[in-house]
Every structure is written in structure tokens, then in C-alpha cells.
């Protein structure tokens, strides 16, 4: 299984690399996530769930020009989701936080009007690895426990997951602004289970630099 994992990601990162040559032009992108599923996990008290899911995103990102309005947009980002609860009983008060991050490949097909500022619209799939999980408990400012978040047990999804992204925006020349959605379609979870990957809204900021 590790195996499949490493080549999995050795095949998406060969075609973001691909996709980076001559006649692409590499960028940079920063962003917020939110959760559409609110809550999830358990609380350290173990009678709610966390809340208040957010999170943030950047990357690096490649535009490949396929015809006048028309081109392929591979990006490499990493993505950490998180949620939290703080229970305060007047006598101490106990937070609990999850935190999980990912590395995120999309492969989109970006429409765009034919001048260099406008709008643009963006679908394809994307790819989610997995990278690091924690859950920790602070009583009073004191952390008292922290858990590892394990991939690919009884109670964690697997590290793989294969989504699907749209995207709309508009590009102020070289400088983009676009509002992302993203919907997990494998590795989901059953009734009652939490997991960080079934799907987000993003708002990211990018820029593409010349290439001369």
C-alpha cells in the first residue's frame, strides 16, 4: 500500500512538473478554507463535536496555454483544516483542537476571456495526500494530551483521496482572485465517522509571473 502511495504521488507530480515547462507560466497562490461539513470530532468531554471548522491554503501553481481562451492549470498546495471547541465550566477552561493537513494536486481545465483581465471559470480533478493529523487538549493554557491523527486506521480515512474541483474567478492582469470548490468522491466516511476530506470552499490570491 505504501508503495501505490509513493507512486501515486510520484505520477501527480510528474505531471505538475510536465506541465511547468517552457511554455507554461509558473505562479504563486494563498488562501482561506472553509468547512461545508461544520462540525466534526469529538470534544475532550466527549458530548459535542468541534466546530468552527476554517483553515489555510498556498501553493505553487502552472498555467499552460492550450488555445486563445483555453488552458491547463496544474497547482502543488498544502492545506490545513482545523476545528476547535472551548468549554469554559467557571471553574478551568478546556480546549480542544483538531488539526489535519494535506497535500492537494488539482489538474483544472480554466476558461477564460480572451484579454488579459476578466472572468474565468475552472473544473477538474484533484487529488488529496494525506500529510500529518493532531489532536490536542489544553486545560487552562496547559496542553494535557495530544494524539497523532493515524491515516488508514479503524477511525482515520486513508491517506489517498480523489476529488472533484470547480473554480471561478476573475484576473486582474497577472493577479488572480478565484473562489474554489472542492468534493471529495472516494475515501468518504459511513455514518457517524469524521473525516477532514469530504469536501471545502476555498478563497485564494494568485500570481503569475512573466516568463521572457
Do not use: C
Not at 476571456?113 to 487529488?127: A, N
Not at 470547480?166 to 465517522?193: D, H
Request: charged share 15%; net charge negative.
Amino acid at each position: 500500500m505504501k508503495h501505490t502511495h509513493r507512486l501515486t504521488l510520484l505520477l501527480l507530480a510528474g505531471i505538475t512538473l510536465f506541465s511547468s515547462g517552457t511554455y507554461s507560466q509558473p505562479g504563486v497562490q494563498v488562501g482561506f478554507i472553509g468547512l461545508n461539513h461544520s462540525e466534526g470530532f469529538i470534544t475532550n468531554d466527549s458530548l459535542s463535536t468541534l466546530g468552527g471548522p476554517y483553515g489555510f491554503t498556498g501553493g505553487i501553481l502552472f498555467e499552460l496555454p492550450l488555445t486563445g481562451t483555453l488552458s491547463l492549470q496544474p497547482a502543488l498546495n498544502w492545506v490545513s483544516k482545523n476545528w476547535s471547541d472551548e468549554l469554559d465550566d467557571g471553574i478551568e477552561i478546556t480546549k480542544t483542537k483538531m488539526v489535519i493537513n494535506y497535500l492537494e494536486i488539482p489538474v483544472q481545465l480554466v476558461l477564460r476571456q480572451p484579454r488579459e483581465s476578466g472572468f474565468f471559470v475552472g473544473l477538474g480533478p484533484s487529488f488529496f495526500y494525506g500529510l500529518s493529523g493532531k489532536r490536542t487538549v489544553t486545560i487552562d493554557g496547559t496542553q494535557t494530551r495530544s494524539d497523532d491523527y493515524v491515516f488508514g486506521s479503524e477511525e482515520g480515512e486513508q491517506r489517498i483521496t480523489l476529488a472533484f474541483n470547480v473554480m471561478a474567478g476573475y484576473a486582474f492582469g497577472k493577479l488572480k482572485l478565484n473562489f474554489n470548490y472542492s468534493r471529495g468522491i472516494t475515501n468518504q466516511p459511513g455514518e457517524g465517522a469524521d473525516f477532514g476530506n469530504e469536501d471545502h470552499f476555498a478563497l485564494r490570491i494568485g500570481y503569475l509571473f512573466s516568463i521572457n
